[in-house]
């Protein structure tokens, strides 16, 4: 009986003894729960979604990033009219300083006709300035551009300094002007006799002239804010004997002051020596 009894009964760990002599682990109720309890999701804020941040360049999954062909179109198209905007004001502005110097400076005249040969002949090319005449008068001996006999002034400051635009546009063989040289100036008497030309009473030699004027001329003086001026070819010449008459000083458009064109006859005008010592 003994036997049995001691095998029927179930084995009890004593303190201390078990595997490794360890206690038992003994898991509580709460920390049960603890474990088995499952994590809550905190709420989002009503109204509020969870921002996407856009990265430039990268599309969605598996789809290639897209160039908005529209967009670019409109950055070449005003790049293409900003540079052309910036040309056209460079020739507006080039255009109106060019303008501004011929209108008070100075400009180059093209040689049409023969009644400055031996001098100058057709299709020469040379430059006038206009400064000298805003502080001096007109000398003898000068070659001056001057306006056409049959033009007439506006009477208008505005026109009459820039009117001279429209002839850059608009060919009018009625105002185009003269080239000329002057032989006297206010107080001079000026005469023409036997073929030579004689200024108070002195006769003039001038190597520039090539013949002997056929006709007779004056005696005239000329009077005060005027000149006389001749062709040097005086025979072939429009000039103070006939349309021009005495010329006012104001319709001098500028003094030629060298040739130019062409090339091989490049040269200065000065004064010849005929007029210095008068």
């Known amino acids: 009986m003994d036997y049995e009894d001691k095998e029927?009964?179930?084995?009890?760990?004593?303190?201390?003894?078990?595997?490794g002599g360890k206690e038992p682990t003994v898991a509580t109720e709460g920390a049960l729960l603890r474990e088995e309890e499952p994590q809550e999701e905190t709420?989002?804020?009503?109204?509020?979604?969870?921002?996407?941040?856009?990265?430039?360049?990268?599309?969605?999954?598996g789809e290639a990033p897209t160039v908005d062909a529209g967009t670019a179109g409109q950055k070449k198209g005003k790049a293409f009219f900003s540079v052309l905007f910036e040309y056209l004001q460079a020739i507006v502005m080039a255009f109106l300083i060019a303008i501004v110097i011929m209108a008070f400076i100075g400009r180059s005249y093209m040689v049409e006709g023969a009644s400055m040969e031996n001098t100058l002949f057709n299709s020469e090319r040379v430059l006038v300035e206009k400064l000298s005449y805003y502080f001096a008068k007109p000398e003898r001996g000068d070659?001056?551009?001057?306006?056409?006999?049959?033009?007439?002034?506006?009477?208008?400051?505005?026109?009459?300094?820039?009117?001279?635009?429209?002839?850059i546009f608009v060919s009018d063989m009625s105002t185009r002007p003269y080239i000329k040289r002057v032989i006297g100036k206010a107080g001079d008497k000026v005469?023409?006799?036997?073929?030579?030309?004689?200024?108070?009473d002195e006769l003039l030699e001038e190597p520039y002239v090539s013949e002997e004027i056929w006709w007779d001329y004056g005696p005239y003086y000329v009077p005060?804010?005027?000149?006389?001026?001749?062709?040097?070819?005086?025979?072939?010449s429009d000039?103070?004997?006939?349309?021009?008459?005495?010329?006012?000083?104001?319709?001098?458009?500028?003094?030629?002051?060298?040739?130019?064109?062409?090339?091989?006859?490049?040269?200065?005008?000065?004064q010849p020596d005929i007029f210095k010592s008068m």
Do not use: C
């Open 8 to 19: 029927n009964k179930p084995d009890v760990l004593k303190d201390g003894e078990g595997e």
């Open 239 to 270: 000039d103070s004997r006939s349309s021009v008459g005495f010329l006012k000083i104001d319709r001098i458009l500028g003094k030629a002051v060298a040739r130019f064109w062409p090339l091989n006859k490049l040269s200065i005008f000065t």
């Open 191 to 200: 005469e023409i006799k036997g073929g030579r030309t004689y200024l108070n």
């Open 43 to 61: 709420p989002a804020e009503p109204g509020v979604e969870a921002a996407e941040v856009p990265v430039e360049g990268i599309g969605t999954e």
């Open 224 to 236: 005060e804010g005027y000149v006389f001026v001749m062709g040097d070819n005086r025979n072939h």
């Open 143 to 167: 070659i001056v551009v001057l306006m056409n006999p049959r033009q007439e002034k506006y009477g208008n400051w505005f026109l009459d300094t820039f009117g001279f635009v429209k002839d």
